[in-house]
């Protein structure tokens, strides 16, 4: 497997490069490619983790199978064999990392649930008691379960942090009927989820989802439930009033704060033991959600 940075496909136009997934155009579908690039503080970090792509794509792939009785999805073909024949010259690049999707027009909303204090929404909980304008109790500790999980969207940022929007304005920019249904299925999709990850010993603490209208339906789409998209914590560790061990990103957050790095410079590049314990961690996802092991030779 060649490790893939940035992706370019002779005759296949590129309509879209974002932190770390490409998007071409296959007529009236599109292929979305998922490199190993890590993304952090709004950065591209110059880095490469090995097998990032193809771990985050086989995740998403998962969970799009396992909650597609909840809801649609944008998934088209995900076995690299049944292919258009231009694209099978890439397939030391392409395999296992990349999807052929609808072309669903995508709602420009991010649709977080948080099923436990942490992150940005501590920050804010600390300031307000409140989180994206929903009252919270007064006594809880950081990284405790709330009573529920609640939804709390964002913009969607082209380039940029994603910013937080009330439920109200969200209704006002695209429908009160269209953000009801986001906040009930992006609830239900999480409840789903977390229910199966717990028994797999893994916590969902967030995750955010992406939507679009595709023949007149909403639809699942982008990621879904990766450890780029998510908070996943080891169960068999949690404790809460404390930061988390992760199976996610934050390694990689945590190594660059306690670096010299300014956070507004050019990133600087990960060490090679940082590099090979953020793979081991996506690896370590991998498996416990899908009880498969994963084979590096494919």
């Given at each position: 497997?060649?490790?893939?940075?940035?992706?370019?496909?002779?005759?296949?136009?590129?309509?879209?490069?974002?932190?770390?997934?490409?998007?071409?155009?296959?007529?009236?579908?599109?292929?979305?490619?998922?490199?190993?690039?890590?993304?952090?503080?709004?950065?591209?970090?110059?880095?490469l983790i090995p097998f990032k792509g193809v771990l985050l794509n086989q995740i998403s792939i998962f969970w799009f199978d396992y909650l597609k009785?909840?809801?649609?999805?944008?998934?088209?073909?995900?076995?690299?064999?049944?292919?258009?024949?231009?694209?099978?010259?890439?397939?030391?690049?392409?395999?296992?990392?990349?999807?052929?999707?609808?072309?669903?027009?995508?709602?420009?909303?991010?649709?977080?649930?948080?099923?436990?204090?942490?992150?940005?929404?501590?920050?804010?909980?600390?300031?307000?008691?409140?989180?994206?304008?929903?009252?919270?109790?007064?006594?809880?500790?950081?990284?405790?379960?709330?009573?529920?999980?609640?939804?709390?969207?964002?913009?969607?940022?082209?380039?940029?942090?994603?910013?937080?929007?009330?439920?109200?304005?969200a209704k006002n920019l695209y429908g009160a009927e269209t953000v009801n249904f986001l906040e009930k299925k992006s609830i239900e999709l999480f409840l789903k989820a977390g229910e199966f990850a717990i028994k797999k010993d893994i916590i969902i603490a967030d995750t955010k989802f992406e939507f679009g209208f595709y023949n007149n339906e909403i639809i699942l789409c982008d990621e879904v439930l990766t450890p780029d998209s998510s908070r996943f914590w080891?169960?068999?560790?949690?404790?809460?009033?404390?930061?988390?061990?992760?199976?996610?990103?934050q390694f990689v957050r945590d190594y660059l704060l306690s670096s010299d790095w300014d956070r507004k410079s050019v990133p600087p590049e990960l060490p090679f033991e940082i590099i090979e314990k953020t793979s081991e961690r996506y690896k370590g996802a991998y498996e416990k959600i899908t009880g498969k092991r994963f084979e590096e030779n494919f």
């Amino acid at each position: 497997m060649i490790p893939a940075g940035n992706i370019e496909l002779k005759d296949i136009k590129k309509i879209k490069s974002g932190k770390i997934r490409e998007m071409f155009s296959l007529g009236k579908e599109l292929l979305i490619v998922t490199t190993d690039r890590i993304s952090a503080f709004d950065f591209i970090l110059p880095s490469l983790i090995p097998f990032k792509g193809v771990l985050l794509n086989q995740i998403s792939i998962f969970w799009f199978d396992y909650l597609k009785d909840h809801i649609n999805n944008h998934l088209l073909e995900t076995d690299f064999d049944n292919f258009p024949v231009e694209l099978k010259a890439y397939k030391d690049i392409l395999n296992k990392r990349c999807v052929i999707v609808k072309k669903a027009e995508i709602i420009p909303l991010e649709c977080v649930v948080r099923g436990y204090i942490t992150g940005s929404a501590w920050e804010d909980y600390k300031k307000t008691g409140e989180v994206s304008g929903i009252s919270l109790p007064s006594d809880l500790k950081f990284s405790q379960k709330l009573l529920e999980p609640i939804f709390t969207p964002t913009t969607k940022a082209e380039e940029g942090h994603d910013m937080p929007i009330s439920i109200k304005d969200a209704k006002n920019l695209y429908g009160a009927e269209t953000v009801n249904f986001l906040e009930k299925k992006s609830i239900e999709l999480f409840l789903k989820a977390g229910e199966f990850a717990i028994k797999k010993d893994i916590i969902i603490a967030d995750t955010k989802f992406e939507f679009g209208f595709y023949n007149n339906e909403i639809i699942l789409c982008d990621e879904v439930l990766t450890p780029d998209s998510s908070r996943f914590w080891p169960l068999d560790e949690y404790i809460e009033g404390e930061n988390q061990k992760s199976f996610d990103k934050q390694f990689v957050r945590d190594y660059l704060l306690s670096s010299d790095w300014d956070r507004k410079s050019v990133p600087p590049e990960l060490p090679f033991e940082i590099i090979e314990k953020t793979s081991e961690r996506y690896k370590g996802a991998y498996e416990k959600i899908t009880g498969k092991r994963f084979e590096e030779n494919f």
